[in-house]
């Protein structure tokens, strides 16, 4: 399907399968990227507050997004702005949600809206908020990466709950800087899922799967039709 090929970043915290070996050679191959290391944090943090609220209910239709629960980025992780009563959970991410791999992974400009439901906010979210305190503290990409699995296998945190998944809607998102926006879509999040038991990546699917074996977490992605204003993704 033409225009159609996955990003490979934030989001997919989510689109490509990484395991321990490749990151660490990835890590050390940072010095040939683009952005081999972390902006000064007031390149990643959006002034205007009001701004990133506004652009956090971008992720998913109004009907929706009006009744959720906004996160904003503070100086040292992600705080409540807005309370909701829906159960959704909507938030920017930043660069550094990515795979580690990723060549946009401290790219300052990357601004991914997205919006969970009840039980992605219950397990999934947890990762890329924990993920950004340790960033925001400090912590070398390797040292998040150490975290991130130690916390895992602690159980601190806890493994994908059924139903989880979120909206990435928004036609104002930056995702990485080959894809831009990239295309409307749903993602659906488990734990160590056979890629294959949704039919996923075979021809004439419509279904995208991420592999993330070192967070033990598989993604599937669905395009969908429209963005989050009702406008169509052409």
């Known amino acids: 399907m033409p225009g159609r090929k996955p990003v490979s970043a934030v989001v997919l915290t989510v689109a490509l399968s990484i395991i321990l070996g490749t990151t660490c050679q990835a890590i050390a191959q940072d010095t040939k990227t683009p952005y081999p290391n972390m902006a000064s944090l007031d390149q990643y943090l959006m002034p205007d507050r009001d701004s990133e609220i506004a652009l956090a209910r971008t992720a998913a239709p109004e009907s929706i997004s009006r009744d959720a629960k906004i996160l904003v980025l503070g100086p040292h992780g992600y705080e409540t702005a807005v309370e909701g009563k829906n159960g959704f959970v909507c938030i920017v991410q930043r660069s550094w949600t990515a795979p580690p791999d990723d060549p946009d992974f401290w790219n ?96 004439g699917s419509p279904v995208l799967a991420a592999n993330d074996k070192w967070e033990h977490v598989t993604t599937f992605m669905v395009l969908v039709r429209n963005w989050s204003d009702g406008t169509p993704d052409h």
């Open 108 to 203: 300052p400009k990357l601004r991914a809206p997205i919006c969970y439901n009840a039980a992605a906010a219950r397990s999934y979210l947890l990762r890329p908020i924990k993920k950004t305190e340790l960033i925001l503290a400090g912590r070398t990409k390797a040292q998040m990466v150490d975290a991130i699995v130690a916390a895992i296998d602690k159980k601190e945190l806890p493994p994908m709950e059924p139903g989880s998944m979120c909206y990435m809607l928004s036609k104002q998102g930056f995702i990485n800087a080959s894809a831009g926006h990239w295309h409307p879509h749903l993602m659906f999040f488990f734990s160590d899922a056979d890629p294959a038991s949704w039919g996923s990546d075979l021809s």
